[in-house]
C-alpha cells in the first residue's frame, strides 16, 4: 500500500476524470510543448472494475524499440472485462512516445541538439519528475503525479536493447526495501520469470526508476525484460499475457486459480562476458543453459575466415542474456550469466 493511498480504488480520479464502476476509458495524458506548439501526449486505458479493489499499474515503452511491451500491454487491456474486474488497472502502453516514434532507447532528435541538457535523456531513471525539468523529468513528473502515484501494484514492461535478449526476467527493488522487496519477489514468482534479480546495486535498482521509487512508498513493484528489442514476437506476447493474468488473479483482480510456471530462479547478479576481438559472432549457448567456468560460449572468425577467439565463462551459471547482433567490434557484450542468490 501506499503512503497515500488505501489499497482500495474508491474516489480514484485520473486527470480529473472519475471513472464509473465497470467502464473502460480511453484516453491521452498531456506531457511537454515542443517546437512547433504541438504537445507529447502519451495513450492510457483506464478500466475500472464493477468491483472495488486495488490500483495496477501496467507501463511499457520507457525505451522506444521495447516493441513486445507495447504489444502485451494493448492486449491486456482489450481482453480484460471491466465487469470482470476488482480495482482499477491503469495501461500506459507507450510511456514515451517520442522513442516510440523513432523506435529508438530515447528521444533522439532533442538529445543530438542539446545532449547536455538533456542528461539523463531517459525518463525511466528520472523519477518522480519535475514539473521544470528537462523533457526527461518532465515524462517522469506528468507520469507519477498524474498515474503512477495511485498504484498499489506496478509493473513496468522492458525489452534489452536492439541486438540484445533476455529469458523472461524480472528485477525487484533492492532488498534493503524491507516487506515491499519481499512482495515484489512474490510478484515475480507469480509472474512466472526464469530469472528474478534481487540486488543492492547496479542500473536496476536506480533510485530514480519507477518501481524503486513505488517500492520506497510502500508499493508492490518490479520490473520485466522479455524479448528482443526491435522486435514483435508472439511467443513473447503470450508469455507477458500469461504472467500478468496470474498476477492480476494473484492480486484478487481477476477470478480464477493462481497457476506456477517458470523457472523462478532468483539471483544477485549478472555478470558480463565480452569478446576481446572483432569479428562475426558464432554463439555456443542458448538462453536458460547452465554453463561450467571455462566452458566455450562463443567463437569469433575475423573476414578471412579465421577463427581468433574463443570465449570461455569466467564463472559457472545460467545464461540469462544473449546477443543477438552477429557482428561484434572488441568489448562488446557476448552472454551475460546469471550468480544465483
Excluded: C
Excluded at 522506444?64 to 474486474?85: C, F, K, M, S, Y
Excluded at 542528461?119 to 519528475?129: E, T
Excluded at 514539473?131 to 498504484?151: E, P, S, V, Y
Excluded at 520506497?216 to 508469455?239: H, N, S, Y
Aim: net charge negative; aromatic share 6%.
Amino acid at each position: 500500500m501506499t503512503k497515500d493511498a488505501a489499497r482500495s480504488d474508491e474516489g480514484l480520479t485520473v486527470e480529473g476524470v472519475a471513472l464509473a464502476r465497470g467502464t473502460r476509458v480511453e484516453t491521452r495524458l498531456r506531457t511537454l510543448e515542443l517546437a512547433d506548439g504541438s504537445w507529447v501526449e502519451l495513450p492510457v486505458i483506464l478500466l475500472r472494475g464493477k468491483a472495488p479493489g486495488p490500483v495496477f499499474y501496467l507501463g511499457a515503452a520507457f525505451h522506444g524499440d521495447e516493441v513486445n511491451g507495447v504489444e502485451i500491454a494493448t492486449r491486456l487491456a482489450g481482453e480484460i472485462d471491466p465487469v470482470q474486474l476488482s480495482g482499477t488497472l491503469i495501461v500506459a502502453p507507450a510511456q514515451n512516445p517520442l522513442a516510440l516514434q523513432a523506435q529508438h532507447r530515447y528521444f533522439v532528435g532533442h538529445f543530438l541538439k542539446s545532449p547536455l541538457d538533456q542528461s539523463p535523456a531517459d525518463p525511466w531513471v528520472s523519477f518522480p519528475g519535475e514539473a521544470d525539468g528537462n523533457m526527461a523529468a518532465q515524462i517522469a513528473h506528468k507520469l507519477f503525479t498524474q498515474l503512477i502515484r495511485h498504484a498499489d501494484y506496478l509493473i513496468d514492461i522492458h525489452t534489452p536493447t536492439t541486438g540484445g535478449r533476455y529469458a523472461p526476467f524480472a528485477f525487484l527493488p533492492p532488498p534493503g526495501a524491507g516487506e515491499a522487496a519481499r512482495r515484489a519477489e512474490a510478484m515475480a514468482e507469480v509472474f512466472g520469470a526464469d530469472f528474478i534479480l534481487s540486488t543492492e546495486q547496479g542500473l536496476y535498482v536506480s533510485e530514480q526508476s519507477p518501481h524503486v521509487v513505488m517500492a520506497r512508498r510502500g508499493a508492490t513493484a518490479m520490473g520485466v525484460e522479455l524479448g528482443e528489442g526491435g522486435r514483435l514476437e508472439a511467443e513473447i506476447t503470450q508469455q507477458g499475457l500469461r504472467g500478468l493474468r496470474n498476477v492480476l488473479r494473484w492480486a484478487g483482480m481477476l477470478p480464477g486459480e493462481v497457476e506456477r510456471f517458470g523457472a523462478r530462479q532468483v539471483i544477485r547478479t549478472m555478470h558480463v562476458v565480452r569478446s576481446h576481438r572483432g569479428g562475426l559472432v558464432h554463439r555456443r549457448v542458448g538462453l536458460g543453459d547452465t554453463v561450467g567456468a571455462g566452458d566455450v560460449v562463443a567463437t569469433i572468425t575475423n573476414l578471412f575466415g579465421e577463427e581468433t577467439e574463443q570465449i570461455r565463462a569466467p564463472i559457472g551459471g545460467p545464461i540469462v542474456r544473449i546477443a543477438t547482433f552477429p557482428i561484434v567490434s572488441a568489448g562488446e557484450r557476448i552472454v551475460q550469466i546469471g550468480v544465483l542468490r
